[in-house]
């Protein structure tokens, strides 16, 4: 996990966890494991009779993908050459060009990847003109190679060739402009003087403004309307390409078949009950007789109580020693399994926290501001994770570092007992003010792989309106909702003040 990136807001209800599972090319398959404890202040009335396990996993998805491959630009564009020329070449070899079609979502995926890191390295750690000027020279290349791509004589009847085809150019030029803006933006926000630099993103922006003209491309513009379609194809090239990402899994209720067993054990233990009561009462009074009859209802009474008691016990037993899902992860041809996992959600007890676990919640905070300390009701959501590594990377040919697990939860059930999120405040100038009211809920998240145990804590601070921010006290980093900055001019002045290394914008 990337100890500072783990946990992002998604929405104003919304927060996400995110965890890497790696491929490991020396052992068949490795173990993971990841529990999160949520430690929710009691007055929210969120807990074992107020919230089940059914609740959780309404509030809870799981997104399961590989992770992106990481490539350079020089080797991404060499790459896309290749595939174009294959493509060129096997025009009437459908099951070689489906190949090449599953390659070029791949390369798409890793541009768009490498332009994100790219951005982030060039604000943490400086603009180096010499680097800027490369990746510029690159995204020419690229631009080029592109343009072959369109130029590639495609059969009217193979519809799924075009749309990629035509996706692809869209996608990347709509990419490119979205980062080189970004860029662009950030070189503006420096004392220093790029004018060099930003003259040649700009030209390049234009070139990429122009080729979506050319092309019949919808391009950003003042009309809102225009603007509105652009978005919803982004969003909707975003899934078409990322889907090749994602793989085809298999899901099932754990421990069913135990729980019948253990339902039948309990049906037989009442029905021993019943036949003993009978044959007692028989013998004693015989038959057709009011007695006999009397002891049949009663026996036939206490059998179902019998009955439903021991069900309910042998519940709580299976509860603590079995999942609630078991899930099996395939490639999204179903043929090769990467992945076995594993998982439940259980209220546990203080008494049964590990020691690391209780070190990391009350970590740097004062026990006279600890809610620890007056109550909390805690959650703890296990997740068990086999990666099967071979499979993996004989199916990608060693091209894939892995899976990445995207777990989203939903907090809306947590707000519905909260107060007013505004409360008044009385100064001596007789000036009211309003202040937040506030809950804190924390997050400790144990991770643990073959050779390595870590642990991670973060803080939800909410409001009646949802999640205003996450602290992770560890960094002294505040992650807030996007409206948080909607008064400053961009993000990159934050990085020019300092502040953000304290605050971090929400993609």
């Not at 999160?36 to 399961?64: A, G, M, Q, R, V």
């Not at 020089?74 to 009437?92: F, W, Y």
């Not at 004589?153 to 990419?175: C, G, M, N, P, W």
């Not at 980062?179 to 950030?186: A, E, P, V």
Request: charged residues 30%; glycine residues 2%.
């Amino acid at each position: 996990m990337n100890k500072k990136e783990f946990i992002k807001i998604t929405s104003p209800n919304q927060f996400e966890i995110r965890a890497g599972y790696l491929a490991n090319t020396k052992k068949k398959k490795i173990d993971y494991s990841i529990n999160i404890y949520l430690f929710l202040p009691t007055n929210l009335s969120i807990n074992e009779k107020t919230y089940s396990n059914e609740d959780f996993y309404n509030d809870h998805i799981s997104y399961i993908r590989l992770i992106t491959p990481k490539n350079e630009l020089g080797i991404l564009k060499n790459k896309l050459k290749g595939l174009v020329m294959g493509l060129r070449a096997n025009m009437d070899n459908d099951s070689e060009k489906s190949i090449l079609k599953h390659e070029v979502k791949l390369v798409v995926c890793s541009y768009i990847s490498y332009l994100r890191s790219f951005i982030d390295n060039l604000v943490e750690k400086g603009v180096k003109p010499k680097r800027v000027r490369v990746l510029l020279k690159r995204i020419k290349e690229f631009d080029e190679i592109k343009k072959e791509l369109l130029l590639l004589k495609v059969k009217e009847d193979d519809v799924k060739l075009i749309h990629l085809i035509q996706s692809t150019a869209e996608y990347l030029s709509l990419t490119t402009q979205n980062y080189l803006f970004k860029l662009n933006m950030y070189l503006k926000s420096l004392d220093e003087e790029h004018n060099e630099l930003i003259n040649s993103v700009l030209s390049l922006i234009n070139e990429e403004i122009m080729f979506c003209k050319e092309n019949d491309f919808p391009i950003i513009s003042s009309d809102e309307y225009e603007n509105e379609h652009v978005i919803f194809r982004y969003s909707v090239f975003k899934k078409y390409f990322y889907s090749v990402l994602y793989l085809y899994h298999k899901r099932k209720e754990d421990g069913k078949g135990i729980k019948e067993f253990y339902y039948a054990i309990a049906a037989g233990i009442s029905m021993v009950f019943t036949t003993v009561v009978v044959f007692a009462t028989q013998k004693e009074y015989g038959n057709f007789t009011t007695s006999f009859f009397a002891a049949l209802v009663i026996s036939y009474m206490f059998k179902d109580r019998l009955k439903e008691a021991y069900r309910h016990y042998f519940d709580k037993k299976i509860h603590t020693k079995t999942y609630d899902f078991k899930e099996k992860i395939f490639d999204n041809e179903k043929r090769s399994l990467f992945a076995f996992i594993k998982e439940r959600m259980r209220f546990i007890d203080k008494s049964n926290l590990p020691e690391d676990v209780v070190k990391t919640r009350v970590k740097g905070i004062p026990s006279r501001l600890s809610t620890w300390f007056l109550g909390e009701d805690i959650i703890k959501y296990e997740k068990s994770v086999t990666l099967y590594n071979k499979n993996i990377q004989n199916y990608y040919n060693n091209t894939v570092n892995g899976i990445h697990n995207i777990m989203r939860f939903d907090v809306s059930k947590f707000l519905k007992k909260m107060d007013s999120p505004k409360v008044p405040l009385y100064r001596v100038n007789n000036n009211s003010l309003y202040g937040d009211k506030v809950y804190h809920v924390n997050i400790v998240i144990e991770f643990k792989s073959e050779d390595k145990l870590s642990y991670h804590k973060a803080r939800l601070i909410l409001n009646k309106n949802g999640i205003k921010r996450i602290e992770l006290p560890e960094y002294d980093k505040k992650i807030f909702r996007k409206n948080r900055f909607r008064q400053e001019k961009n993000w990159f002045t934050l990085k020019k003040s300092g502040l953000l290394k304290r605050y971090k914008r929400v993609e």
